[in-house]
């Protein structure tokens, strides 16, 4: 939903990752995570960012607009971005999931009314998310040396070269008219705002209750790529040997 934003803060980490300093401390080797001491830096800068502007201005967002129109903002923003999981459905070879993408597109672009409400979903079609990162997952394609951006939050070599690829499946992209640019930085910051909004509680109880926070974020964040990749599916490659 900030594609854009995401592809600059990419391409600059892409070309300071050079300089970014590394560790050979075995638990953070062991974790994938060798630019872990950079990696904090860049996080308590997020967790900075989130506690005086994105926090609170979601916080006020839940209060101050009602849920309907929350969720219909939600619905928009959610059905914007079907084209590119669809695109990936295709990528990945399930013609059944890419059916049901394309399925809520038409439903809830025309009876939905441009998405504002899930008809899709009433009718038996539930949503489901995918991104060019677990396409490359699907595909084999390992996570690589974990990576937090500025403003962006965890971005593995794996996810954030499909944050990159699916700017360029994204049809906004290409489409131009009138008030482009405004669109484009409006979707961006409902896209954000929207995130935050739904999690506030979430992301409240996880730092309440985290002993390292940094180390609880990075993985629950591989628990979730994980898990979208399986589309949900059970890990059967870590079963106990019994």
């Known amino acids: 939903m900030f594609r854009p934003?995401?592809?600059?803060?990419?391409?600059?980490?892409?070309?300071a990752l050079s300089g970014c300093e590394t560790t050979t401390n075995p638990e953070s080797l062991a974790q994938n995570d060798p630019y872990e001491p950079t990696n904090r830096k860049v996080f308590e800068l997020n967790q900075s960012f989130d506690k005086h502007l994105a926090r609170p201005v979601a916080v006020f967002y839940n209060h101050a607009v009602p849920q309907q129109a929350r969720d219909a903002i939600h619905n928009l923003l959610a059905n914007l971005d079907e084209p590119v999981t669809f695109a990936n459905d295709v990528w990945q070879g399930s013609p059944k999931r890419a059916a049901q993408t394309l399925g809520r597109i038409t439903f809830n672009t025309t009876l939905g009314i441009g998405g504002m409400f899930d008809i899709a979903d009433k009718m038996g079609i539930p949503p489901h998310t995918e991104d060019f990162g677990q396409t490359l997952?699907?595909?084999?394609?390992?996570?690589?040396?974990y990576l937090v951006l500025p403003f962006v939050g965890p971005a593995p070599p794996r996810d954030a070269a499909g944050r990159v690829v699916d700017i360029f499946q994204d049809p906004f992209t290409y489409i131009r008219f009138d008030g482009i640019h405004t669109f484009t930085y409006a979707r961006a910051g409902?896209?954000?705002?929207?995130?935050r909004a739904r999690n506030v509680e979430t992301l409240d109880q996880i730092e309440r209750t985290s002993v390292d926070l940094y180390a609880t974020?990075?993985?629950?964040?591989?628990?979730?790529?994980?898990?979208?990749i399986r589309n949900g599916e059970p890990d059967t490659e870590e079963l106990p040997n019994l």
């Open 5 to 15: 934003l995401s592809m600059i803060a990419v391409i600059a980490a892409g070309l």
């Open 190 to 195: 409902l896209g954000i705002l929207d995130l």
């Open 217 to 228: 974020q990075r993985s629950l964040y591989r628990q979730y790529r994980k898990s979208e």
């Open 137 to 145: 997952g699907v595909w084999g394609a390992g996570e690589g040396p």
